[in-house]
C-alpha cells in the first residue's frame, strides 16, 4: 500500500503581511519558521488573522508584502506538487458527492490513484464507519468535520494545513480525534500547522504553540512544547501540561490587554 | 424606394423555391423548368382564397412553368413586407391598406380585384334591422373602434348624421348583437353571419358596398419593380388566379371541399367554408367581369375607390391601378 | 471509538413526498369540480366549455388536434434547445470574462423585452415560409429565464469550495467541472422548468405569421370563430403540455439531483458590491451596443427601409418630423391607456401572490395542494388564456387588469411561499421560546424571510407582465399601445410601429431596474447579506 510520500517540508515565513482592500490590517509583517515534520499549533483570539496567515501559506490569499516559501519553493509550487492538504474551517464538502466520492475528488485533483481500501481505512479512523456513501446534508456539523480531515489525510500531503478543524466537533469525540489523528500525519512525518483558539487542544496536538495578538497579528509568544505522548488522560493534567497551557494564556491575556484597553479590564 | 430590392429580391426568390420544394406544392410537375413566386395571402388559409387552390392543385400554374407557394397570412403576418421584400411576388391587399402603404413610401400598383364590392356590412336581426343607412340612426353597433373611419365614411356618403349612432366596442363576435347588448354589427359579409347562419339564428345584411361605400377588396398588389422587370411571371401567376376563380364560382361547393382537402390542419368545417364560399361569389362577380373578366375594374369605379378612400382619409391617386397585366391575361 | 448519535431525517423526507403526491390530485380535483360546475351553470352565455365538452371535443377531434400538437412541439423543442444553448453560451461569456457580465445581462433583458408584435413579422421576411420564426420566438421566450438562474447558478458555492480546488493546485477548469457547474445545475434546471412552457408559447405566436399549421393557427382560428369548445379544448391541451414537460422535467431534476430544484430563480438585483460608475458604464454600453446592433442588422440583412426602420428613422418620428408632435400624442395617448390596465394588475398579482403564500403559512393544510397547482398553472400559455379571460369578464379594463395579474400572480406565489418557509428555524425557535403565535411570526420572521424572494418575482414580472398586457391588447380588447402597434403594422406606419417596440421594450428594462432599486433599499434594511 506504499506510495509516494512527499517529502515533508519546512515553511518559512519572512516579512510576511497582509492589508486587505478596505485598509484593514489583518496580519503585520511577521518572521516564522515552521520546522519540517513538526506540528505547530497558531492560537489567538477570533478575528486575530491567523486564519488569514494560513491562507498565506496555502496560497489562497496573496500576501501585500514579504514572501512564504515551501522547501525553499514559493507556494504556488507546492500546490502543483499536490504536496499540501488543508482543511477548512467550513467542512467544503461538496454536497452532490458521498463521503467517499468526497475523499475520491481530493485524490482527482492532486493527481493520487484512489485506492479503497485504504479510503476506507480513513474513513473508520475519523469515525464515520457505515457513513462512507452518505451525502454531508445527511452527516451531523461534526461528522462533516472529520470527512474533510479525512479528505485532508487521503492524499498524504508533506504540509497538512488544518483550520479548526474540530470546531464543530463534540467534546468526546474531540477527545478521541486528538488522540488518534496526530499520530497519522506524525508517522508520515508531516508537516503540519494547525489554527485554533483552544488552548488545551494547542497543547495536546502540538510540538510548538505560537501565540497571536489581536488583528493586526503579531506573535506574542512561540512556546515548545515538549511533554511526552500520548498526551490526553491523565498526562493532560501534568504539572508540565497545566504550566505550559497557563503560559499561552498569559500569552493571549498580554496580546488583549496590549491591543485593547477595555478588554484588558476582562 | 427600390434601391435595395435586388440583393432581397433575391433571397427571396431562392426562400420562395426552398418553401415550395419543402411543401411539395403542386400536384402536376412537368418537365419545364419552374420558376417559383409566392403570392402572400392576407390570411390563414380558408374558402376566402380558394380560387388559388383550385389553380394550384389543378396544375394551371405548373402548366405555364410557375411553382406557386401560397403563404398563409396571420394576425401578425402583414402583407406587404413580403411583397416589398420581394419574399413574396404578389399579395393578396384591399384598396384601403395598399394606399396606407403607397404613403408611407411602399412602390404598390394594385394589378387585380378579386372582390368588387367591398365586403363590409351591417348585421342585424330581422326583428330590429337595419335595412338602410338611415336606419342606423338611433341604433346601437358594435364594432372594434378601429374601424370608426369605415362608418364615419359611410354616413357622409349618405348623409346620416354619426353622432345619432351610439358606437360600442366589442369583440369581433356575434355573441353581442345575439345578447341584445347591440341592435347591429360592423362586420364583414362572409364570417359574423355565416357563424349566426350555422347557429341557425335569422339575421339581415346591409352591404356597404350596396350604399357608396366603395373600397376594392382582396386586391392583388406587386412592386413597380416586378411590373418593369418580372412581367411575364405576373401574367402566369395572374392567369391561374383567373382560371382558378372562374372554376371557383362554377362550383363553390367542391371548391369548400378542395379548400379542406389541401388544408386538413386548418381546423375548418366544411358546411361553414361551403356557405362561406357561396357568400362571396356576388362580391367578386358582376355584370363588370362577366363582360371583361375576373379581376377588372373600370375609370369609374377606380373614381369611386379614391372618393371613399378620400372619406376614409387616403389621398390615392387613379395610378395605384395598373390594369396592364390584367390586359394581357384577357388578351385586350 | 465512541458511538455516535445521528438523525437522519428520512422519516419527513418520505412524509414530504406522499404528501407531495397527494397534493396536486387534491388540487386538480376541486379545480375539475368547479370549472364543470361554472361550465353547466354558463351553459347559454356562450363562454364557457365545461371539462365533459372539451373532453367530448378533444375526443372528436383528436387527429386533427394531435398533429396541430405535434408541429407546435417540434417547434417548441428546436427553439428550446438553441435558446438554452444561447443562455449556456452567454453565461459561459460572463464567467470568463466577468466584466462583461453587466452588459450582457443588460443587452439580454432589452431584446427579451422586445415586443413579440413587433418582432414576429420582421423574422417571417428574414426566414420566408417555414418554421423559422416559430423556432426564433420560441427561443428568445426562453434564453433569458435561463441565462439569468445559470449565471447565479455558476456562482451559487461557497469560496471554500473554490479554494479546496485551488489548495490541490488545480485551477479554473477543474473548479468548473467539478464545482461550478454541478452547483449550477438546479439552477439551471429550475430555468429549464420555466423555459419549457415559454418556449411552447413562443411557438405559438410565432405560427401568427402566417404558418400552414400548428396551436397558434387554431387558436386564431377558434378566437375568431368564437368556437367556445374549441377555444377551452387549445386552452386545456396547451396547458397540460406545458405542465407535463414542466413536470417531466422536474422528474428528470430530481433524479441527476439531490434536491428540488430552487424556485426562486433571479438573483438580487445587484450581486456583489458594485460601484456606481460601473453600472452607469454598462448601461452606456448596453445601449450603444443596442443602437449598435439594430442598424448593424438593418444593414446585414439589408432589409427594405418601408418596414425596416433605423434608429435614426425613430428619432426622426419622434422628434424631427412636422407631424412629431402628433406620434409622440398617439404612442403617449396609448401608453397610458396601457399603463392603467398594467400597473393596476402587476400591483394586484403582486399583493394577491405574496398574500395568498401568508395564509398558506397560517393554514399549512392548504399549502400541499395549492402550491403544486400554482407551479403547475405557472405555465399556462397567455395567449389561450387571454380569450378565455376576455369571453369570462369581457372586453373592458377589469378582464386586462386580471389577466395580467393572473400572469403576476403565480410566480409571485411560489416565490413568496418558498421564502416564507426560509424563515431560519433557529429565529422561529427563539419565537416560539417567547411563545409567539403564528402571526407575530409572521410579521416578525417569514415576511422579512420572504422580501428577497417577493422582490426578485416583483422583477421578473415586469416584462412578463408587459407581454401580458400587450398581447391581450393585441389579440382581445382593441386597446392601448398593444393593438397600437398591430394597427400600425398593418397600416404600414413602420415609424410608429418601430417608435412603439423602442419604447415599450425601454420601458419595461426600466421598470425592472426601478424595481431593482427599491428593491436594494428594502434589502440594505431586510436581508443585508443578499447584497454583500
Partial sequence: MERDVTPPPDVSCTALAKTFEGGTRAVDPIDLTFEEGQTTALVGPSGCGKSTLLRMVAGLDTPTSGTVEIGGAPPVSTLRQAGLSMAFQDPSLLPWRTVRGNIELALKLARHRADPAEIDQLIALVGLDGFAETRPAELSGGMRQRAAIARALATRPGLLLLDEPFGAVDELTRRQLSQDLPRIWEARGTTAILVTHSVSEAVQLSDRVIVLSPRPATIMDDITIDLPRPRAGPAARSDAATALTDRVFAALSKGMAERSAPMAAQ | MTKDLNRRTFLGTGAAALGAGTLGLGSARPAMAQTAVSLQLSWLHSAQFAGSYIALDRGWWAESGLAVSLLPGGPNAPVEPPVVSGTALVGISAADYTAAAVAEGAPFKIIGVAMQKNPFVIASLPANPVNEPADLVGKRIGMALANTPVLEALCTLNGVDIDGIDIVPTQYSAQPLLAGEVDCLLCWETDLPVAMDMQGVENQTMLMADHGYAVHSQTYIATEDSLANRRGDLVRLMSGEVRGWEAYRADTDAAARLTLEMHPDAGLDLETQKLQAARQVPLMFSELTDANGFGWWTDDTVAANVETLGLLGRTVSPDLWDRSILEEVHGT | ?532
Avoid at chain 3, 179 to 195: C, D, E, H, K
Fill in chain 3, 1 to 532: 471509538m465512541t458511538s455516535l448519535t445521528i438523525h437522519r431525517p428520512i422519516g419527513p423526507a418520505i412524509e414530504r413526498r406522499s404528501r407531495a403526491a397527494l397534493g396536486p390530485v387534491v388540487g386538480l380535483l376541486v379545480l375539475l369540480a368547479g370549472w364543470e360546475a361554472a361550465g353547466r351553470l354558463l351553459t347559454e352565455a356562450f363562454v364557457l366549455a365545461a371539462p365533459s365538452e372539451v373532453a367530448r371535443y378533444l375526443a372528436a377531434e383528436w387527429a386533427l388536434m394531435g398533429r396541430a400538437l405535434g408541429v407546435t412541439l417540434t417547434n417548441a423543442a428546436a427553439g428550446f434547445v438553441i435558446g438554452n444553448l444561447a443562455a449556456v453560451l452567454l453565461a459561459a461569456v460572463a464567467l470568463v470574462w466577468p466584466r462583461s457580465e453587466g452588459v450582457i445581462t443588460g443587452l439580454a433583458l432589452l431584446v427579451f423585452c422586445l415586443p413579440l408584435v413587433a418582432t414576429g413579422p420582421i423574422l417571417r421576411v428574414l426566414f420566408g415560409p417555414g418554421p423559422g420564426p416559430q423556432i426564433t420566438l420560441a427561443a428568445l421566450a426562453v434564453y433569458y429565464t435561463t441565462l439569468i438562474p445559470l449565471l447565479i447558478g455558476l456562482r451559487a458555492a461557497p469560496q471554500s469550495w473554490f479554494d479546496l480546488v485551488r489548495s490541490y493546485g488545480r485551477g479554473r477548469l477543474s473548479t468548473l467541472v467539478h464545482v461550478r457547474a454541478m452547483a449550477s445545475l438546479p439552477y439551471l434546471f429550475a430555468g429549464l422548468q420555466i423555459a419549457a412552457p415559454a418556449a411552447f408559447l413562443g411557438a405559438m405566436v410565432g405560427e401568427f405569421t402566417g404558418a400552414q399549421r400548428g396551436m397558434g393557427v387554431l387558436t386564431v382560428r377558434a378566437i375568431r370563430a368564437l368556437d367556445v369548445e374549441m377555444t377551452w379544448a387549445i386552452a386545456t391541451l396547451a396547458t397540460l403540455v406545458s405542465v407535463a414537460v414542466y413536470l417531466a422535467i422536474g422528474a428528470v431534476a430530481r433524479r441527476v439531483l439531490l434536491d428540488e430544484p430552487p424556485v426562486i430563480l433571479s438573483a438580487p438585483a445587484v450581486t456583489g458590491r458594485r460601484r456606481r460608475r460601473d453600472g452607469w458604464i454598462d448601461a452606456s454600453l448596453v445601449l450603444a451596443l443596442a443602437l449598435g446592433g439594430w442598424a448593424g442588422a438593418l444593414w446585414l440583412f439589408d432589409l427594405n427601409p418601408f418596414f425596416a426602420k433605423g434608429p435614426h428613422d425613430v428619432v426622426e418620428a419622434l422628434f424631427l418630423a412636422p407631424d412629431a408632435a402628433a406620434t409622440r400624442a398617439t404612442i403617449g395617448a396609448a401608453l397610458a391607456e396601457t399603463a392603467i390596465f398594467l400597473i393596476p394588475g402587476y400591483l394586484a398579482g403582486l399583493l394577491a401572490g405574496a398574500a395568498l403564500a401568508m395564509l398558506l403559512i397560517l393554514v399549512p393544510v392548504l399549502a400541499g395542494t395549492a402550491m403544486p397547482v400554482a407551479i403547475a398553472l405557472r405555465s399556462v400559455p397567455i395567449v389561450t388564456t387571454a380569450p378565455l379571460v376576455v369571453l369570462l369578464i369581457g372586453r373592458g379594463a377589469l378582464g386586462t387588469i386580471v389577466l395580467v395579474a393572473v400572469m403576476v400572480f403565480f410566480p409571485t406565489f411560489v416565490a413568496c411561499l418558498q421564502g416564507l418557509r426560509q424563515a431560519p428555524g433557529q429565529v422561529m425557535s427563539v419565537l416560539d421560546s417567547y411563545a409567539a403565535g403564528p402571526l407575530t411570526r409572521l410579521v416578525r420572521v417569514r415576511i422579512p424571510a420572504m422580501l428577497p424572494a417577493f422582490f426578485a418575482a416583483a422583477r421578473m414580472a415586469v416584462p412578463a407582465s408587459v407581454l401580458a398586457v400587450t398581447v391581450v391588447e393585441w389579440l382581445a380588447t382593441g386597446a392601448g399601445i398593444g393593438s397600437l402597434m398591430a394597427l400600425s403594422a398593418s397600416l404600414s406606419d413602420y415609424d410608429v410601429l418601430w417608435a412603439s417596440v423602442v419604447l415599450v421594450a425601454a420601458l419595461s428594462a426600466l421598470g425592472y431596474v426601478l424595481v431593482g432599486r427599491v428593491e436594494r433599499r428594502v434589502l440594505a434594511i431586510y436581508a443585508p447579506e443578499q447584497l454583500a
